[in-house]
């Protein structure tokens, strides 16, 4: 089975809205001991990684950008569609794999407090996002290289050419306008 155009179009904006949905998510959580008493906050990908959710909305309107394109087009669409995959992958992977120091300090960075950081833990659904980033890259990818065999989008103002040594059959209502102008001319329209 190959993918289609509306099928790549379809996938990369549906993974870009997932993806875009996944960053309002909580991804970081982090139980803090301060003044004030112990308290858990959760942070979102939007705070942490900002390049996750616009590189989404970007991969969602590259989804949509080639369902308009023609065949270079569709290729260079499909070329941004994969950069902007990566960059979530890269913003998803990089908080994943972060180690519990880092994450720490990233925390530390992002919040106004002076709590000291006693447990910090990623969530499921920075692992669901990873997974749903690496397979927008692949879907990018397998449109990049199924680009050229697609057919182009015909517009609806495309004329197709007739051939002039065939006679069109035309319309019965022209016809009979037509027919009645040449009798009010005095005219035989069966001539």
Known sequence: MR???AQVATGLVVLGIALLAGSALGWLRAEVISVAGT?????????LMPIGP?????????????ALTKKVGARIVCGIAA???????????????????????????????????????TLPTIWVGTLL??????????GLVLAARWPSSVSRYDITAVPTDSPMSPDPRVRAIDDWDALERGEDPTQ
């Open 39 to 47: 308290t858990k906050t959760t942070l979102t990908g939007f705070q």
């Open 3 to 5: 993918l289609t155009r």
């Open 54 to 66: 616009a590189a989404a909305l970007a991969l969602a309107a590259a989804g949509i950008a080639l």
């Open 133 to 142: 980033a690496i397979l927008a890259v692949a879907l990018a990818l397998a």
């Open 83 to 121: 950069v902007a995959a990566g960059a979530c992958t890269w913003a998803f992977g990089s908080t994943l794999f972060a180690t519990p120091e880092d994450l720490t300090r990233l925390y530390s960075s992002l919040s106004s407090g002076t709590g000291e950081v006693t447990t910090i833990q």
